[in-house]
């Protein structure tokens, strides 16, 4: 599974596959959400889902879901062309220090993760909820995600009244990291009947 993928050996032996991946990333049909709030320690967090039949394994999908995040964090435009510089630096400056920070902390099954996934987007739905009046004048303007407090859906600002989420029951999950701290960040991996899903905060 991706556990055994995202090995450090066996990883650096896929270099050049990991970057194929990143290239033909723009090409899959990704939904990126995003949050952000001005609540200290609970500011932002990225989930990006895909349909699974866009792909041959669940290391593909991870390496697509990945780099579109990293694309939305770093203000990169989703169907950027990557050239070989560009991917060289993808794969050893942002995605091994990543993954070196993966340690797999044991969980006890997929529904626990999937279950903080969907609390901490209610969390932070609420921070946004509970500061709305303080960002009125910002939401009447912020139409494309640029870490403007609100929900954005492939960077387009969603309405926070009517947004909801739901994931289905996971059959597969991994918890890449885990950091212990009142904001308990946590970096996520799910498989579904129908879709792969990536979480980071």
Known sequence: MLKQALQQKQFLLQEELIKYYM??????EVTGLVICT????????GLYRTRKDQYGNALEAFITLWTRG???????AVYSEFDEELLHHLFHYWLLKDVDRYTFPHTPGPLPLRDHIMKKI??????LTAGRVQQASEAAVAEEYDGI????????RA???VFHFMIPAPLYGEQLFSIPSRAGYKGIFLETDQEYIYFDE
């Open 122 to 127: 209610a969390r932070l739905k609420g921070h």
């Open 38 to 45: 001005r609540q200290p320690n609970e500011n932002y967090l």
């Open 70 to 76: 990293l694309a939305d964090k770093e203000g990169w």
């Open 149 to 156: 407090p609100g929900i954005y859906i492939d960077r387009q």
């Open 159 to 161: 309405d926070e009244q």
């Open 23 to 28: 290239a033909a990333s723009g090409q899959k």
